[in-house]
Every structure is written in C-alpha cells, then in structure tokens.
C-alpha cells in the first residue's frame, strides 16, 4: 500500500518543494499576514454545523473526503461541498433526488496575472479525484476568491488527463522525498518574499564582528577611564 498523502501538501509541494519538505519532514511552520487572513477565513468555512440551502442549493462545508486506490491513496477535507437538483446527477446518502455536486474552495486573493495558480488548481482537482470516488459523480470545480468576491471556474473536466498525469506524478515524486527523508533544495528563481517560512528556510546571518577591532574598542575605552 502507497504512503498517505494529504490533499492540502500537494498544493504546498507544487509552490515550493524545499518548503513543502520543511513542512513534511522537518515539521516546521512559521506564520505571516497572508497565512493568518487565509486560516481566519477557512475558520468561518469549515464548520460542520454551518450547512444549509442557499438559492436552491444544499451546501455542506468542511466535508471529509479520500481516495484509496494505489496509485492514489489521498485524503483531505473540502471547504464547501454544493449540490444542486439535476435528474443527470447522483444521489446522495440514498436519497431519491439526484444532485450535482461542485467544489468550491476558498482563496483570500485573487493572482494579478492569471485567473489561478496552478497549484490551486492541481489542489481542487485532487479533490475532485476524492469527491468523484465517494459519491460516484463527476463532480465540477471552482475557486472563490474573497478579495474580490468572485468566483472562477476551473477546467478540470477538460484538462482531465493532462492534470491526472500531473498528479501522479507529483505524488510519485512526494513520496519518494518522505520515504527517503529528503528535503529537495530551493529552486531557481522561487519566489520567496510572501513565504511563511522565508526566515527559517533562509534565515539572515548578521556578519561576524572582528574581534581585534572589538578588543581595540575595548582598550581605547579604558584609556578614557
């Protein structure tokens, strides 16, 4: 059997694999700005008790999910889940109404130059692997992006087979790293600058005083007394 793999650590592996690897295997975190606002917001979304029906739809927050085959072997938990009736669609729990089932996962900001990150994307799509696997649905995907208040749908459906290679890929490659204990190196070109971790990953070292100018201070400071 494959090794576990959480859902939210893909997303973490794809924007940085040495920081993913801090956070895996070193089990270190630090905390910024844009890690307190994102926690603060799914805080309010993943709440159990917070279900309910919003313009015809079922929503369901905080919903476990998983995908146990091989090649897979993930497991997460969605922000919202929402069902809407569709006679094309599956039925939930045995129920006698059919729904269709789309992802929404909550972002605090929307990219300036692109309609989203990839690894936001590969993020929702292996949800959809696990939602799709649970309720037996092809289910759709959108981000939600609370800065601006919008919502962009993804191209999981088309992009299908393009985004599983990906996927298992990127797993591949993410189990190998735990099973072998190694935290890949930073790579060309990362951006760094709104990382949580940029000071334990790449903490500033203060140059080293030079101790005969320090001793010389010191006998310049006596000769005053």
Known sequence: M???VAIRSIQHYMYCPHRWGLLEIDKAWAENAFVTKANLMHDRVHDPERSYVSKGKKVYTSVPVYHDLPEYNLYGVTDCLELTRDSMGVSINGSA???????VEYKPTKPKDNKYHEEDLMQVFAQKLCVDY???S??????????VKKRVALPLKENFEMC???LRQL???????????VIPPIRKGQKCSGCSMKDLCMPSIKKPKDIL???????EAEECL
């Open 97 to 103: 109404e059919k729904y269709r089932i789309c992802i």
């Open 138 to 147: 092809d289910c759709e995907g959108v981000l939600y992006y609370a800065d």
């Open 213 to 219: 100018d320090e001793i010389r201070k010191i006998q």
């Open 134 to 136: 649970v309720f037996g």
């Open 2 to 4: 494959s090794m576990e």
């Open 164 to 166: 599983d290679q990906q």
């Open 171 to 181: 797993l591949k490659e993410m189990r190998r790293n735990l099973e072998q204990g």
